[in-house]
């Protein structure tokens, strides 16, 4: 499909192209989907979370194939526009905070605070990190103090107040974490 080259003068490849295109598009959506019904059940992961990112960039990868055949642009532009989009979708990603979001989606959507679901995994709340504390003790408040719990949320504050001990750990989403912590603190001294 270069532009003027005959495969773009055929009346015959063009439509099969779009039809190409929209049936990988709706294979896209129909795995999107899936994956949606397949977090609703197992909850939220890192990978479940990687899947569906690039899922998205796929389906946008054969949209901008459509645009550029449209356009009639070259294959450095949809090179470049897919570059464009993996570079947005990167920098998206890195204001995000994935521990956080993960462990409050999976506290939010299981069997004990909604009623369905599988029971909060607090192994995986744990492996999350020190971003993982507010959902962590969400879980706790629903689930009642489990001793074992406790001692590795714990551990969690701790290794939270190692990390900002050091002036080259300090970021602004661990800044956040330690205000929530030393309000909490605040909090339990004065009741």
Not at 158 to 167: H, N, P, V, Y
Request: charged share 15%; aromatic share 10%.
């Amino acid at each position: 499909m270069q532009p003027g080259g005959p495969a773009e003068q055929s009346k015959v490849m063009r439509p099969l192209v779009y039809l190409w295109v929209a049936q990988n598009v709706l294979l896209v959506a129909s795995s999107i989907l899936r994956l949606d019904l397949y977090v609703q059940i197992y909850l939220l992961t890192y990978w479940r979370v990687a899947a569906f990112v690039w899922m998205l960039l796929v389906a946008l990868g054969l949209l901008l194939i459509v645009a550029r055949i449209v356009l009639r642009r070259s294959n450095n532009w949809l090179i470049h526009a897919n570059l464009i989009a993996l570079t947005a979708t990167i920098y998206i990603c890195s204001l995000i905070n994935l521990a956080a979001m993960i462990a409050d989606y999976n506290v939010s959507h299981s069997r004990e605070a909604s009623g369905k679901g599988v029971w909060i995994d607090t192994n995986y709340l744990v492996q999350l990190g020190p971003q993982a504390l507010p959902s962590i003790d969400k879980a706790i408040q629903i689930r009642g103090a489990d001793p074992n719990l406790v001692s590795r949320r714990d551990s969690l504050v701790e290794e939270q107040r190692k990390d900002m001990a050091s002036w080259r750990s300090w970021g602004f989403r661990s800044w956040r974490l330690q205000r929530y912590l030393d309000a909490q603190q605040k909090n339990s001294t004065r009741g």
